[in-house]
């Protein structure tokens, strides 16, 4: 692979043997449109059918670029539902591409797939979607999966997305959009590189699904007291205590009444505490000009969460963390001595504790968890060692795993590189 020397149009990247410009045509010069179904969830099934369907959810959600649909979960038609009078012309076929047309984020809006594999099954493309058909002979199979998802094709898709809440896009607006591409043997050879790429990556998923499946049995066995630990005597551990979570953490509101101009965080669903300017573009509140008075002070040791979204995970724990400041949305304690912190953060993420949080939520349209129905939670609480001894062990997984996921990172990223770079 070599960088690009000649002017006009050509990528950054090429193998080595492919030479000159690439062709450029309109998307709707090079496909033709195929009609497409609106069946809404309510009329699939993954049970039983003899038609399969792609609902435009699933393009945004699950399925892979290249559609095998021997290595996809694809819901069925109802079998009450008449499709007699779809033309077998609009079912999907190999090398069809299908683009999601809606979308409430402007990151998705036109979003696609190509069909590889249909393995005799019968398909149909559902409610909000485009089915292209390529002409014969022009792209090679899978070649278009990656095109969708260059730099140069996304931009254009979505400056012709049209909508303000709800973002859409029309076959009359995506087949303007201009398509560059090679010879079909230089289309070969981006696409098996790719597709090697793409196989590793999803090699890499699994193993991080393991790790995380590995863990949430362990966690399950030791929360249950099927798996006990031995003290360093080798004898067993007191009894676990049933507690609430207000007998063993109280409540910080220490407000930045001086208006420092401290760092400022919010908490990710991921990772906990993340500097705020690293969520939305390198601005924070300070930058805005928000009030920042009202903010709260983190110090060391000190666990903060939304109370309208601690049930999908937006929970952290500030560590080393020191004077910095967080809005005042959050709710924030300590832990009191008979608590290692490190074990109740691994207990704050389990299944067990988010049921019980959904139990104590409480509101209207949206739900909040105040620190008054928080403390009403209730747990059980082992001797201090044996949290020790517990948190140590189920931190070791996630350090393990946190790898796995730097690995999958670098994976992406290369990917990303590589798209940009091999298509105009």
């Known amino acids: 692979m070599a960088k690009k020397k000649e002017m006009g149009n050509v990528p950054n990247l090429r193998f080595k043997g492919f030479e000159g410009e690439w062709e450029k045509m309109k998307l709707g010069e090079l496909v033709d449109f195929k009609v497409t179904n609106s069946f809404s969830r309510d009329n699939l099934n993954y049970e039983t059918g003899k038609v399969k369907n792609i609902h435009y959810g699933d393009i945004h959600t699950q399925f892979q670029t290249l559609f095998d649909i021997t290595k996809e979960k694809v819901p069925y038609i109802n079998e009450e539902i008449s499709i007699g009078r779809i033309s077998e012309d609009f079912y999907c076929k190999e090398g069809d591409v299908i683009f999601a047309d809606a979308s409430e984020d402007l990151n998705d809006v036109g979003k696609s797939i190509e069909i590889i594999n249909v393995n005799g099954e019968k398909l149909l493309s559902g409610l909000h979607t485009l089915l292209a058909r390529p002409a014969a002979n022009i792209f090679h199979l899978g070649f278009n999966g990656y095109l969708f998802k260059s730099n140069q094709v996304r931009t254009q898709i979505q400056k012709e997305s049209q909508g303000s809440k709800v973002l859409s896009i029309n076959v009359g607006r995506i087949s303007k959009i201009d398509l560059s591409f090679p010879i079909v043997q230089e289309q070969e050879k981006i696409t098996a590189f790719l597709s090697l790429l793409d196989e590793r990556i999803q090699t890499q998923s699994k193993i991080i699904e393991e790790f995380k499946l590995s863990k949430d049995i362990l966690i399950k066995k030791i929360f249950s007291h099927k798996l006990k630990f031995k003290n360093d005597n080798g004898s067993d551990f007191a009894d676990w205590k049933c507690l609430s979570l207000g007998e063993v953490t109280s409540l910080v509101n220490n407000r930045n009444k001086r208006n420092e101009k401290l760092p400022v965080y919010s908490i990710n669903n991921k990772i906990g505490f993340t500097p705020q300017g690293d969520q939305f573009d390198g601005v924070d509140s300070n930058a805005r000009g928000y009030d920042i008075k009202i903010y709260k ?92 001894k517990i948190a140590h062990l189920l931190d070791s997984i996630d350090k393990k795993n946190n790898l796995e996921i730097a690995i999958i990172d670098k994976l992406k990223e290369q990917k990303q590189y590589l798209i940009s770079n091999l298509f105009i």
Do not use: W
Request: proline share 2%; glycine share 6%.
């Open 297 to 388: 002070i983190i110090d060391k040791a000190t666990f903060a969460y939304n109370p309208a979204r601690i049930n999908v995970g937006s929970i952290g724990y500030s560590g080393e963390l020191d004077k910095i400041i967080i809005s005042s949305l959050y709710v924030c304690f300590k832990t009191k001595e008979e608590v290692d912190d490190n074990f109740l953060l691994q207990y704050l993420k389990t299944d067990m504790f988010n049921k019980q949080v959904l139990e104590n939520m409480e509101g209207g349209v949206r739900s909040y968890l105040f620190y008054e129905n928080f403390s009403r939670i209730t747990f059980d609480l082992p001797s201090l060692l044996e949290q020790k």
